[in-house]
């Protein structure tokens, strides 16, 4: 059974920073079918991070050149680093494991943290 436990959020003002873990235990698998989603109060949830199949990471457009995904294999740990955090930064932030092959739709993926809560205040 893997088990995805998401750590680091918090309260940050406007262009502030945030790092997110998620720490993956029960099974070992390759780091390019995990990813980050987010989800806003009265919102679906929308793709933020992920690793292409080539390894390369791919980002939502609004956090390109501000959000960073990597990993540290020997930790098990799956990070978020979030700098110049904006108030529509704001949400509930997930880890997830891909299971299909589409990166951005959630329904390809079946398992996800308990999320961790970022807010950005202006």
């Known amino acids: 059974q893997v088990q995805l436990v998401e750590s680091g959020g918090g309260l940050v003002q406007a262009g502030g920073s945030l790092r997110l873990s998620c720490v993956v235990s029960?099974?070992?698998?390759?780091?390019?079918?995990m990813a980050w989603f987010r989800q806003a109060p009265g919102k679906e949830r929308e793709f933020v991070a992920a690793?292409?199949?080539?390894?390369?990471?791919v980002y939502t457009d609004s956090v390109k050149g501000r959000f960073t995904i990597s990993t540290d294999s020997a930790k098990n740990t799956l990070y978020l680093q979030m700098n110049n955090l904006q108030t529509d930064d704001t949400a509930v932030y997930y880890c997830?494991?891909?299971?299909?092959?589409?990166?951005?739709?959630?329904?390809?993926?079946?398992?996800w943290g308990q999320g961790t809560q970022v807010t950005v205040s202006s």
């Open positions: 997830a494991k891909r299971s299909g092959r589409d990166y951005r739709t959630p329904t390809n993926y079946d398992y």
């Open positions: 029960g099974r070992t698998f390759s780091w390019f079918v």
């Open positions: 690793f292409e199949w080539s390894g390369m990471p």
